[in-house]
């Protein structure tokens, strides 16, 4: 990896460590390294209703995807079965190209 100031960094992590958003990493002379969340492509939905909105997070459960909370919003990874999916349930959403910080890391099975 590169730094935004060009500095190369090599990462190894414990098994099981994840990168977290604002995780300090490293902290040298003058200067430190923390994590940012990327721009990733997403599926931004917005439910019309709470009910609505439990539907798409128990069905985007059923599927093994992430989901994010981000205001009235729901944001899944811009993927062909989450879009099937959303077609099929008859949602309102949008493509979105945003920071991703879903609920948990997923299903560990």
């Given at each position: 990896m590169v730094t935004r100031a060009g500095r190369v960094i090599t990462l190894a992590l414990p098994a099981g460590d994840a990168l977290v958003p604002g995780r300090?990493?490293?902290?040298g002379a003058?200067?430190?390294?923390?994590v940012e969340a990327a721009p990733e492509a997403l599926?931004?939905?917005?439910?019309?209703?709470?009910?609505?909105?439990l539907r798409v997070a128990l069905e985007v459960g059923r599927l093994h995807a992430a989901l994010a909370v981000a205001g009235g919003r729901l944001l899944v990874p811009d993927e062909p079965a989450v879009e099937r999916l959303l077609h099929r349930l008859g949602v309102t959403w949008v493509r979105a190209r945003e920071r991703f910080l879903p609920v948990?890391?997923?299903?560990p099975h």
């Open positions: 300090v990493l490293h902290v003058g200067w430190y390294v923390t599926l931004a939905i917005t439910p019309r209703t709470p009910r609505e909105g948990s890391s997923g299903s």
